[in-house]
């Protein structure tokens, strides 16, 4: 009898599809993220209700020490010439951490301390990403499919978006096949 073996839920790594338990899925569109972008005429031509991202999350777990997992789908897109990105936070309890993992597409990972200090990884199939204790973080993406990072965070960690409601440090965008970064 094996009664008391469980079957877990499954992450396909190369997709990054969550199956296998209760699953919240909140989808982020154009119209959430006003103020988000750098070209707030180009935000306002685009199609409010085209999706940016879905974030899906295994489960509801409560309590101190409990964890999160869940799956970011970061569409390819762009407003005006600024890359896809998702909306980015701090920690609620800034001591908190988190783990992300690149999983599909490439991009960055944007990360800002307190102070200000930005920094980029990038983000590919099997990157691990360890996301400090008081330090903000928003996914890019740079790429020509969508971006998919798993990610494990304590429950408690809790979402500050209004710590960044002056934007963040850095910006990405388009610039011949690649990349550009700018400062402000
Ligand atoms: C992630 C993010 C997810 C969406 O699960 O919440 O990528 O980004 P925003 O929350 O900035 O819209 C995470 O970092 N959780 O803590
Ligand atoms: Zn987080």
């Keep these: 009898m094996n009664s008391d ?19 919240i899925r909140k989808t982020t569109r154009l119209t959430d993220l006003p103020g988000i972008f750098a070209d707030g005429e180009a935000w306002r031509r685009g199609n409010p209700q085209q999706s940016v991202y879905d974030v899906d999350v295994l489960g509801s777990p409560a309590g101190e020490g409990a964890l999160c997992v869940g799956v970011t789908h970061l569409h390819t897109g762009n407003v005006g010439d600024e890359f896809f990105m998702t909306r980015g936070h701090f920690h609620a309890r800034r001591e908190q951490g988190e783990v992300y993992f690149g999983l599909r597409g490439v991009g960055l990972l944007l990360l ?27 996914l890019i993406n740079t790429g020509k499919e969508t971006l ?21 440090a850095l910006r990405v965008f388009t610039s011949g096949q690649g990349f550009e970064v700018r400062h402000g």
Aim: charged share 10%; hydrophobic share 50%; no cysteine.
């Design 112 to 138: 800002q301390t307190e102070a200000g200090d930005a920094r980029l990884e990038e983000v590919t199939a099997g990157s691990v990403h360890i996301i400090p204790p008081f330090t903000a973080h928003r």
């Design 148 to 168: 998919s990072s798993l990610a494990v965070w304590p429950v408690i960690a809790g979402h500050d978006y209004a710590a960044l409601a002056e934007g963040f």
């Design 5 to 23: 073996i469980f079957l877990p839920s499954q992450v396909a790594w190369a997709t990054g599809a969550l199956a296998g338990g209760p699953l």
